[in-house]
């Protein structure tokens, strides 16, 4: 397991950029899947983004597709999420995650999660 920190979320406008950083602690993050879900309140935590552990491979919720982009640099033990384009209906809390299969798209699958930043998008 590791232990993940997320930052970068906050307010922004409809149409503008943010991007989430989580840094990892632990002896094999290189080992992990990584990846990003995101919830509203009332209702569940779903799947936004993820990376394998090599790095060659995403995958993306289909909101999203075209407008965020994960990445991740194992040398820093850190993952990314670039936010461009946001629209009001992105606005939740948006969780780091790691999980130990081919690539994560549950929440089942995860091991270990951060403890979430928000993201707002007004109008």
């Known amino acids: 397991q590791v232990q993940l920190v997320e930052s970068g979320g906050g307010l922004v406008q409809a149409g503008g950029s943010l991007r989430l950083s989580c840094a990892a602690s632990?002896?094999?993050?290189?080992?992990?899947?990584m990846g990003w879900f995101r919830q509203c309140p009332g209702k569940e935590r779903e799947f936004v983004a993820s990376?394998?552990?090599?790095?060659?491979?995403?995958y993306y919720q289909d909101s999203v597709k075209g407008r965020f982009t994960i990445s991740r640099d194992n040398a820093k033990n850190t993952v990314y999420l670039q936010m461009n384009s946001l629209e009001p209906e992105d606005t939740a809390v948006y969780y780091c995650?790691?999980?130990?299969?081919?690539?994560?798209?549950?929440?089942?699958?995860?091991?270990?999660w951060g403890q979430g930043t928000q993201v707002t998008v007004s109008s």
């Open positions: 995650a790691a999980g130990g299969t081919y690539y994560i798209s549950r929440t089942t699958e995860v091991d270990s």
């Open positions: 990376i394998r552990w090599s790095g060659d491979s995403t």
């Open positions: 632990g002896r094999t993050f290189r080992s992990y899947s």
